[in-house]
C-alpha cells in the first residue's frame, strides 16, 4: 500500500469523489497510536474502542473544515486526548465519583479488563500511573511509553515545554516513590 | 534535552512495556466498523438527527417549566390557605387587643352611647341596657366579647 504524507491524505480527503477511501487511509495509518494512547488514559479495552470511534466520527466530520495549522498527527491526537478525558469526566459524574476517586475506578478497571495481563511489576507500574493527578498522568505516558518529544507534546497539548519537563519530572519521582513502597 | 531526566532504579526495572493487550484481528477489523457505524450514523434521518441535537435543550425547558409550575402552585397553595384560614378563639382575642389597645372601658361606652356603633360596626339589633352593663365592669376581658359574637 502506497504510504501518503498526512498532507496528501488531506488533500486526498477533500478533493476526492469518495473521500470515504481517503479516510480509511488516515484510519490505518493512526488507529494504532491512538488506541494505545486512549487505553493508557482510561485502561478498558471496550471504553477504549469506543471513544476511538468517536474520535474518527468527530474527524470524519471535521476534517473538510481542518485549516492544517497543526499537523494532521497532532489534531488527532488532541481530539484523542480531549475525548479520553471527556469520558472519564462523564464517567466520574455518572458514577457520582468524588475528587481522587477516578483512581480507585481506574485501579477495579485494571484488575477486571480481560485484555489487561503482565507480571507484577507492570500492573504496579501502571497502578503507580493511575494515581498521578490527570496532566503528569497523560505527560508521562506520552514521553514516557511513547518517546514523544516535548515540542510535539506542547502542540498536541497546547501547553508550553518547560511546564511539560516539569510535570513529566514530578510525575517520574511519584511513580518511583510509589514503587518503592509496598 | 529530551532524556536529561534519569530513569530511577524501579522505575527502570519496570521497563517500558504495558500489561494491555487487544483481541484478535482488532487492529484489521477496526476501519470495517468504524466504517458501518458511520454509514448508519449517515442514514439516520433528519428529524431523528434534530431530536438528538434538541434534547438537552428540551429537556432543560421541561425543567424550567417544572420548577415554574411547581413555584406557582406552591404560592397559589400558600395564597388560599391564608385566605381560607379561621381564626381561633385565642387569635381573635389577640386581635381585639390590638385593636382595642388605646380604649378604655369609659371611652368605649362613650363611644357606644354617642354613635350606636363600637369601633365602626353597628351594633346588633336588641343592644340593650345589659350589654351597657357589662361593658362598663371593671376588669372586663375583652376576649369574652368573643364568647357573645
Known amino acids: 500500500m502506497e504510504e501518503y504524507t498526512d498532507k496528501e491524505l488531506v488533500r486526498l480527503f477533500r478533493e476526492d469523489s469518495n473521500p470515504g477511501y481517503a479516510f480509511n487511509l488516515i484510519v490505518r495509518k493512526y488507529q494504532e497510536k491512538l488506541y494505545w494512547h486512549i487505553r493508557k488514559l482510561i485502561i478498558s479495552h471496550d471504553d477504549t474502542d469506543d471513544v476511538l470511534q468517536v474520535v474518527f466520527i468527530k474527524a470524519f466530520q471535521s476534517l473538510s473544515g481542518f485549516r492544517e495549522d497543526s499537523s494532521l498527527y497532532t489534531w488527532l491526537y488532541r481530539i484523542a486526548t480531549n475525548e479520553a478525558l471527556t469520558f472519564l469526566k ?8 468524588s475528587f481522587g476517586a477516578i483512581s480507585t475506578y481506574l485501579e477495579r478497571t485494571l484488575e477486571a479488563d480481560a485484555y489487561s495481563d503482565g507480571d507484577e511489576i507492570k500492573i504496579k507500574l501502571q497502578r503507580a500511573i493511575i494515581n498521578l493527578p490527570e496532566k503528569q498522568r497523560i505527560v508521562f505516558n506520552m514521553k514516557y511509553f511513547d518517546e514523544m518529544k516535548y515540542e510535539e507534546m506542547a502542540d498536541i497539548l497546547q501547553t508550553s515545554v518547560g511546564a511539560l519537563k516539569a510535570s513529566y519530572h514530578h510525575a517520574i519521582k511519584k511513580i518511583e516513590r510509589f514503587l518503592k513502597g509496598d | 534535552m529530551d532524556n536529561n531526566f534519569q530513569i530511577p532504579e524501579n522505575l527502570k526495572k519496570a521497563g517500558k512495556e ?60 400558600v395564597i388560599s390557605d391564608k385566605q381560607n384560614r379561621q381564626l381561633n378563639n385565642t387569635e381573635l382575642s389577640d386581635i381585639v387587643d390590638y385593636c382595642l389597645h388605646d380604649y378604655d372601658e369609659d371611652l368605649l361606652i362613650s363611644t357606644v352611647i354617642e354613635t350606636g356603633e363600637v369601633n365602626g360596626i353597628v351594633p346588633l339589633e336588641g343592644f340593650s341596657e345589659e ?19
Not at chain 2, 487487544?22 to 466498523?33: I, L, S
Not at chain 2, 350589654?131 to 359574637?149: A, H, N, R, T, W
Open chain 1, 90 to 97: 462523564r464517567n466520574k459524574i455518572r458514577k457520582y465519583l
Open chain 2, 18 to 77: 504495558h500489561p494491555f493487550r487487544v483481541p484478535e484481528n482488532y487492529f484489521e477489523n477496526f476501519a470495517g466498523r468504524l466504517q458501518d457505524r458511520i454509514n448508519k450514523e449517515q442514514k439516520v434521518p433528519a428529524a431523528a438527527r434534530l431530536i438528538t441535537m434538541a434534547r438537552p435543550y428540551l429537556g432543560m425547558a421541561a425543567m424550567i417549566t417544572a420548577i415554574l409550575l411547581i413555584t406557582w402552585f406552591g404560592y397559589r397553595q
Open chain 2, 131 to 149: 350589654i351597657m352593663d357589662f361593658l362598663s365592669v371593671d376588669g372586663i376581658d375583652y376576649s369574652l366579647l368573643i364568647e357573645y359574637k
